[in-house]
């Protein structure tokens, strides 16, 4: 892995072209500080803030946010349709 990784950053260096990383984990344990970092990174800007990106970024997490509320119950069990 570490092969892969030196070879990726001189050729990133050689040609010239911006190269981000991004692990799974990372994006799992902390969504938003990672997708913000990966849209900057995307715009080529140092802040996203007031800009649409931000705004994607946040519905975007508040729609994970809310897939992990626990289930709720309907009204009628009893009907399945």
């Known amino acids: 892995m570490k092969a892969w990784y030196a070879q ?3 050729d990133a260096r ?3 072209v911006p190269v981000l ?5 990372d994006l799992t344990r902390q969504p938003k500080k990672q997708l913000e970092q990966t ?4 715009l080529n800007v140092e802040d996203i803030k007031g800009t649409n990106a931000e705004r994607r970024v946040n519905d ?7 897939k992990t509320v626990s289930y709720r ?3 009628d069990p ?3 349709f």
Not at 39 to 42: A, D, G, Q
């Open 73 to 75: 119950l309907k009204k």
């Open 60 to 66: 975007i997490v508040l729609q994970e946010t809310q």
């Open 14 to 16: 050689l040609y010239k």
């Open 39 to 42: 849209m900057r990174f995307l």
């Open 21 to 25: 990383f991004l692990r799974y984990e």
């Open 8 to 10: 990726i950053l001189k």
């Open 78 to 80: 009893t009907k399945c």
